[in-house]
């Protein structure tokens, strides 16, 4: 099938079976990963592996474009509104989440390696769920701000936590590696990223003011993005890193920052909608069968790890009762990011790589379905969103 032709049917179907979903009072993620799983090769096999090894130049645009999104979060005035909070809360449910997730895996299956690089997988939520479920259902107030800025938060320590667990990784998996390397690869990759990072925000700070014609609005952010995460993909930084870097720069430099990001939205919705829906033709049935026990043991501690760490971080800053019953919840969903990440190990790790994306794909089937809906639920339990 034609490229051309694969992306219509794609984005047909995914509209049409977000639409059914909606029905069910189910968001609209649900029904993109639902479509993908559908049409993709695994099930009717509309779409062939091929068509969707052709597209998956996609899912890095979206990645970059989600974690830009993630950028704005990193607003100085906002940050400082919540700031001790925010922080307290981020860093305690990901290092929690982390450990319990590192720890039970260990106990299991004995494999310092391969738990240790789940376990920072296991940090990662779903930013791009999680805000379209938000916008969806125009959820407004404390607990909505609080979840944007922890997850926007949560996904940079996830990021530096899993440059950090791939290097310990390594330095267990190789002799011949030395400790000088295992330690300057990643802060290569980190200081590289926020380097390019920067640089991208400053040229779109640069490029695009008060004076610009919404043409200029249009293009110029989403080509210097774009540059931005193939020049991280050519020197082997992280595009994740870079996006939330050029983002953040905007967020706090631009005088037309909203104008820019609410540009950059528009124009992401499409992208977002194919990025899910190749995300659900990524989910193999035979690997969802083959969740089994360690797979299970690992959502447990996961979902564990992320409610009783954001239940301690909410009593630690003293946080208003629904923020406190209610934020877990909202933290479970996990994608583009854990997907990302895996597919790295995956290609770094060729012992125990594929091992690690088959856990993880599978963990994602579970948590793409449960994870919005939970969020949906928190919003509207809360009051800070209704029911449409």
Same mark, same amino acid.
């Given at each position: 099938m034609n490229t051309i032709l694969a992306l219509g049917i794609i984005s047909i179907t995914s509209i049409i079976v977000a639409k059914l979903i909606n029905k069910l009072k189910?968001?609209?993620?649900?029904?993109?990963?639902?479509?993908?799983?559908?049409?993709?090769?695994?099930v009717l096999n509309i779409i062939s592996e091929t068509n969707v090894k052709d597209l998956s130049f996609i899912s890095d645009f979206a990645l970059g474009l989600i974690a830009f999104h993630v950028g704005k979060g990193f607003q100085i005035k906002q940050i400082k509104k919540l700031a001790k909070s925010v922080i307290t809360i981020t860093f305690l449910q990901a290092f929690i989440t982390v450990i319990v997730v590192f720890v039970t895996l260990l106990a299991f299956t004995k494999d310092m390696p391969f738990s240790l690089v789940i376990a920072a997988i296991s940090a990662a939520t779903a930013p791009a769920a999680t805000i379209m479920v938000i916008k969806e259902y125009r959820a407004r107030g404390t607990l909505t701000d609080t979840l944007i800025s922890v997850v926007a938060m949560d996904d940079l320590v996830c990021i530096i936590l899993f440059s950090i667990a791939n290097a310990i990784a390594?330095?267990?998996?190789?002799?011949?590696?030395?400790?000088?390397?295992?330690?300057?690869?990643?802060?290569?990759?980190?200081?590289g990223s926020f380097l390019v990072g920067g640089i991208a925000g400053l040229l779109i700070n640069f490029a695009v003011n008060r004076k610009s014609k919404q043409e200029s609005i249009i293009l110029i952010p989403m080509s210097i993005i774009?540059?931005?995460?193939?020049?991280?993909?050519?020197?082997?930084?992280?595009?994740?890193?870079?996006?939330?870097?050029?983002?953040?720069? &905007?967020? /706090? @430099?631009?005088?037309?920052?909203?104008?820019?990001?609410?540009?950059?939205?528009?124009?992401? +919705?499409?992208?977002? =909608?194919?990025?899910?829906?190749?995300?659900?033709?990524?989910?193999?049935?035979?690997?969802?069968k083959g969740l089994g026990f360690i797979g299970i043991i690992y959502i447990i501690a996961r979902t564990l790890g992320k409610i009783s760490g954001a239940y301690i971080g909410t009593l630690v800053t003293k946080a208003e009762s629904k923020i406190k019953k209610n934020l877990g919840f909202g933290l479970l969903p996990q994608a583009g990011v854990a997907i990302g990440l895996a597919a790295i190990a995956a290609t770094k790790f060729p012992t125990m790589g594929n091992k &690690?994306? /088959? @856990?993880?794909?599978?963990?994602?089937?579970?948590?793409?379905?449960?994870?919005?809906?939970? +969020?949906?639920?928190? =919003?509207?339990?809360?009051?800070?969103?209704?029911e449409h």
């Open positions: 189910l968001p609209a993620v649900t029904g993109y990963l639902l479509a993908g799983l559908l049409i993709g090769p695994y390594e330095i267990a998996l190789s002799g011949s590696i030395t400790i000088v390397k295992a330690i300057a690869s990643p802060l290569i990759e980190i200081i774009l540059l931005s995460i193939g020049i991280s993909i050519k020197f082997e930084l992280s595009s994740l890193l870079t996006c939330v870097t050029a983002g953040a720069m &905007i967020a /706090n @430099l631009s005088p037309i920052e909203a104008k820019i990001f609410d540009t950059a939205e528009d124009l992401s +919705t499409h992208i977002y =909608l194919l990025f899910f829906t190749f995300s659900g033709m990524s989910l193999d049935l035979n690997v969802i &690690i994306l /088959n @856990l993880i794909m599978a963990s994602v089937f579970v948590y793409e379905f449960v994870g919005p809906v939970l +969020t949906k639920y928190i =919003l509207i339990k809360s009051g800070e969103a209704q």
